[in-house]
């Protein structure tokens, strides 16, 4: 090693810090940090809250949407049977009349067809050609039309249930894929939440450590940085 070598070593100065301004910069890096992860683990909690309140409120849609569509198709059911058994009391009550008779029976040939599977679009073609029918016929039964009536409106019900039923239609496994998307976000920010959860912890003891460092007497010391 050469002579200017050694006479710059040994001009070499260090940077010393008393205790306290190094006791300070700890203290203050923990407090940054605790601070930076704090902010971080509020944000999170707030998604892992939102998330769950999506799970809660796709499990409260799913079984809703099941308990009204069993409850609707059996309203559905119900008024046309309703429906049926009045036409039937009609084609009774009007056995002597011919003409009456193969008006109310064509119309109770359709209901087969009424009843089955349909759209509300076709439901509701279907529906309304029985009803012109009815009308037709309701003129020649001056004395049936509350029975024609109460005919109509159980029709009109069960128009309304299939169409309320087919609003509600939304496929089960759609509820499945979502709340398996919002689980596998839950689980990925659960993973970042306890992260920051120890980080957090960890900072929290480290500081309060050296603060009690910091307000306990000791003589002065110099560090070299």
């Not at 605790?34 to 799913?62: A, C, H, M, T, W």
């Amino acid at each position: 090693m050469s002579e200017g070598e050694n006479q710059n070593d040994s001009n070499t100065s260090f940077r010393t810090y008393e205790r306290n301004e190094l006791l300070n910069k700890v203290i203050d890096k923990h407090r940054r940090l605790l601070d930076e992860y704090s902010v971080q683990f509020s944000e999170i909690n707030g998604k892992v809250r939102s998330l769950n309140e999506q799970i809660s409120s796709s499990k409260e849609k799913k079984e809703y949407v099941a308990t009204r569509t069993e409850v609707l198709t059996e309203k559905r059911q119900l008024f046309y049977h309703q429906a049926e058994k009045l036409l039937d009391e009609l084609i009774s009550a009007h056995e002597s009349d011919v003409a009456v008779q193969k008006d109310l029976r064509s119309v109770a040939e359709e209901f087969p067809k009424v009843k089955s599977a349909l759209s509300p679009e076709d439901e509701g073609k279907l529906v309304s050609s029985i009803l012109a029918n009815i009308s037709v016929i309701s003129s020649k039964l001056p004395k049936a039309q509350g029975s024609i009536d109460s005919f109509r409106a159980r029709m009109h019900d069960a128009v309304a249930a299939n169409t309320e039923l087919s609003s509600l239609k939304y496929p089960e496994e759609d509820f499945d894929k979502a709340q398996a998307d919002i689980e596998k976000e839950l689980g990925e920010l659960n993973l970042k939440y306890k992260w920051l959860e120890n980080r957090i912890s960890s900072h929290k003891e480290a500081l309060s450590y050296w603060e009690k460092i910091s307000a306990s007497p000791a003589e002065e010391s110099e560090v070299k940085a």
